[in-house]
T-cell receptor
């Protein structure tokens, strides 16, 4: 099955700890994205990558970091600097950057207490 | 600051009714306007999309109406079914990014 895998589905962390969310795709897509979803606010772009070894900040990048060492993988680290990390995180990909058709993973719900 | 404003936040219709979701934007540089559908606990999935030089597009029971001069577009779900109950997001595409509306939760009662 082709698609995007995010793991784990639920993640719990203590305040002050960094945590890394996994995102893998086997669609052979060049572009990958990370979004944060909060109730009543839609999806907000955290980071995106147009190609391997390249990534750009989105609208709410503060407190987050990413890497893109392989085409199929785009992990997101939520650092202790992120003031409100509890949210639903969605990873997506598209054939190439600039395409409106993005394929989303099932998401990871992160709870920080 | 949200670049795409979406309303209403939620709506409830009876089976067979026509829920209508409205979106508005300011930036005329947007080049595509997609709609995404999201079921609880899942990621969104592309439903239908329209270019700004087209006034209407239909795919099955889903129709987008686009008013370029008013900078508004809307989604109509014809003959809605309980299986259409989901959250719908409008979006606008520009410069490798999508800007999403806040979402509308649609409930279709049997």
């Amino acid at each position: 099955d082709g698609g995007i895998t995010q793991s784990p589905k639920y993640l719990f962390r203590k305040e002050g700890q960094n945590v890394t969310l996994s995102c893998e795709q086997n669609l052979n897509h060049d572009a990958m994205y990370w979004y944060r979803q909060d109730p009543g606010q839609g999806l907000r772009l955290i980071y995106y990558s147009q190609i391997v070894n390249d990534f750009q900040k989105g609208d709410i990048a503060e407190g987050y970091s990413v890497s893109r060492e392989k085409k199929e993988s785009f992990p997101l680290t939520v650092t202790s600097a992120q003031k409100n990390p509890t949210a639903f995180y969605l990873c997506a990909s598209s054939i190439r950057a600039g395409r409106y058709e993005q394929y989303f993973g099932p998401g990871t719900r992160l709870t920080v207490t | 600051q949200q670049q795409v404003k979406q309303s209403p936040q939620s709506l409830i219709v009876q089976k067979g009714g026509i829920p209508i979701i409205n979106c508005a934007y300011e930036n005329t540089a947007f080049d595509y306007f997609p709609w995404y559908q999201q079921f609880p606990g899942k990621g969104p999935a592309l439903l239908i999309a329209i270019r700004p030089d087209v006034s209407e597009k239909k795919e099955g029971r889903f129709t987008i109406s686009f008013n370029k001069s008013a900078k508004q577009f809307s989604l109509h779900i014809m003959d809605s079914q309980p299986g259409d109950s989901a959250t719908y997001f409008c979006a606008a595409s520009r410069d490798y990014k999508l800007s999403f509306g806040a979402g509308t939760t649609v409930t279709v009662r049997a």
